[in-house]
């Protein structure tokens, strides 16, 4: 009964700045490899950052470089503090597990949209 909520999203400007959050209950989020995804209009779901329990990170070439993901294990909550945006970034995020089958599992919180645009 695992329940993740994003937050953080909104309209920013091409260069600005925007830090995701992700909080998850019912579950021990400490012990799960966790990643950020992104989804833009017209196209599926894309992982963009992925974090290991140990804080191991992983990043999609195309956002290598101004993305960085990170948990706070303590409080339960992973964080993408996003940087240099551009208007490709454009996209619903979603947080959840990482290295799952999703013909096994396949839930989704309502994600955060993100909007970078002059």
């Known amino acids: 009964q695992v329940q993740f909520v994003e937050s953080g999203g909104g309209l920013v400007q091409p260069g600005g700045s925007l830090r995701l959050s992700c909080a998850a209950s019912g579950s021990s989020f400490s012990i799960y490899n966790m990643g950020w995804y992104r989804q833009a209009p017209g196209k599926g779901r894309e992982l963009v950052a992925d974090?290991?329990?140990?804080?191991?990170?992983n990043y999609a070439d195309s956002v290598k470089g101004r993305f960085t993901i990170s948990r706070d294990n303590a409080k339960n909550i992973m964080y993408l503090q996003m940087n240099s945006l551009k208007p490709e970034d454009t996209a619903v995020y979603y947080c959840n597990y990482v290295g799952v089958s999703w013909k096994n599992y396949n839930y989704w919180g309502q994600g955060t949209q993100v909007t970078v645009s002059s």
């Open positions: 974090i290991t329990t140990s804080g191991s990170a």
